[in-house]
């Protein structure tokens, strides 16, 4: 008999009791569980557990001992449902429950408790119609199709505790993948812990302080402000302890704060921009601007050089990459007039008629008075362009992860940003196929072509993979 239960410490307002229950097989309502699996699950990590064979008082059908490798002699002296049920109440207790093919499980645990006399009610959530809405287009929804295509480690597969930690690590996908934030306002609404009025400090107390997006909800789970920091702790306390007028109004109205782990400040940064104009929070209106002011372009001129040339940006141009300021941009065409060998004249830094003030001390090959043929000078104007403009380009940048055996993926196909996702680094990425069904689906729009360009210009040891 396998009895494992640890304890550890509450970190968020949700909680979720994710399991997954083996048994007889047999008529309707007539089955008996034989194993269960609970992992207690704070939307982070699995924070209690609870994994037991159950001695079921009936013979198991042939065709589930074949399944499941679980046969009447192995359960002989494991515990009987009632003398498990005290736990089962306990470790459940103002949680969710989560179970793929939800109905199934919930049903079962309703039926033995109902023959003890005792009415057992939990909310609960079902994984496969989650996935059905969040991970569409899959051959098939059963839990060992699903997490193979995903790219989910399973082991012990149809045993409780194998299939619940598959769910486990499939509900966290889930949770990443739901941009518009539907399950987590939906399981606060069902959170009756989150009715009454909640004290600052114990919301504070709860967070910790990792990069990652935040979520500050009112009362009945909606939504009112969306932030994006590398000390989620921190960040919250500013906002409960600003005295500006914004943040007096959330410090009102909150609520609850969830929040998501990214380990990268990259995915932080496109999640907080993507779910910002997705959600459209109250409190995040002034946000909604472009979050850059200025842009690189070229241009062909009549003898044929491509010249440089900052610029407020257009959002009708095809820019080859973006800044927040003219400042960031002005300093960013001079280190690459040095690191490229250009001209300041044709990089626009430099208005003369004549020779640039480089081609003077020789640092200049002379593109500026026609001296160096264009096909030389533009092959290096073009290396630029390449190396920060992703148009047109295939690419996969590779980043920290939420923990540290996990990275994370942001996919770009044809120089269009696709989404982005986590993997764990155990299982290899070998084809696009399984990248793209670990992707959560993103929009492509100039603002996540400038956050990723300008974490790439400030982070030059993030590895990109390119593919064909």
Do not use: W
Request: charged fraction near 25%.
């Amino acid at each position: 008999t396998t009895n494992t239960s640890t304890t550890n410490t509450l970190t968020t307002n949700t909680i979720y009791a994710i399991l997954d229950i083996e048994t007889t097989g047999g008529k309707y309502n007539e089955e008996g569980i034989t194993e269960i699996a609970i992992y207690k699950f704070d939307g982070h990590q699995v924070i209690d557990q609870f994994i037991s064979l159950i001695n079921p008082e009936r013979d198991i059908q042939p065709f589930v001992v074949n399944l499941t490798g679980i046969n009447n002699s192995m359960l002989r002296h494991a515990p009987k449902f009632y003398e498990v049920a005290k736990r089962i109440v306990e470790i459940t207790e103002d949680c969710i429950l989560v179970a793929h093919n939800a109905q199934f499980d919930y049903r079962i645990l309703c039926t033995e408790f109902r023959r003890l006399g005792f009415e057992y009610v939990r909310p609960s959530l079902c994984t496969v119609e989650l996935s059905k809405d969040l991970i569409p287009g899959q051959d098939s929804y059963s839990l060992g199709k699903l997490v193979r295509a995903l790219g989910i480690p399973v082991s012990d597969r149809h045993r409780a505790s194998g299939d619940a930690l598959a769910t486990v690590k499939l509900f966290q996908m889930l949770l990443a993948k739901d941009t518009s934030k539907n399950i987590i306002k939906e399981s606060i609404r069902l959170n009756p812990k989150l009715q009454m009025e909640p004290k600052h400090l114990d919301i504070i107390a709860g967070l910790p302080s990792i990069t990652g997006v935040y979520y500050i909800h009112k009362e009945d789970g909606e939504i009112i402000y969306i932030g994006k920091s590398n000390n989620i702790k921190k960040r919250i306390n500013q906002h409960f302890t600003s005295t500006n007028q914004k943040s007096k109004k959330i410090q009102a109205l909150v609520s609850a704060v969830t929040y998501e782990a990214t380990g990268s400040e990259l995915v932080a940064l496109l999640k907080e921009s993507e779910e910002i104009k997705k959600i459209k929070p109250i409190y995040n209106r002034a946000l909604r601007r472009t979050v850059f002011t200025h842009a690189l372009y070229s241009f062909m001129d009549e003898k044929g050089y491509i010249n440089l040339k900052m610029d407020v940006a257009d959002l009708r141009k095809n820019p080859i990459t973006t800044f927040t300021t003219r400042d960031s941009g002005k300093s960013f065409i001079i280190k690459a007039v040095e690191d490229y060998k250009l001209c300041q004249k044709l990089a626009g830094l430099y208005k003369t008629k004549t020779s640039c003030f480089n081609y003077d001390i020789k640092t200049c090959d002379g593109a500026c008075i026609e001296k160096e043929a264009p096909e030389s000078y533009n092959g290096r104007v073009q290396t630029l362009i390449n190396k920060h403009s992703f148009r047109n380009k295939n690419m996969v940048i590779i980043d920290r992860g939420r923990d540290i055996d996990e990275r994370s993926a942001i996919l770009i196909e044809n120089g269009v940003f696709k989404g982005l996702g986590f993997f764990n680094l155990n299982y290899q990425i070998n084809n696009i196929e399984v990248l793209e069904s670990i992707i959560t689906p993103m929009q492509n729009n100039r603002d996540t072509q400038h956050i990723i360009q300008s974490y790439l210009r400030r982070n030059k040891q993030v590895k990109v993979i390119s593919f064909n």
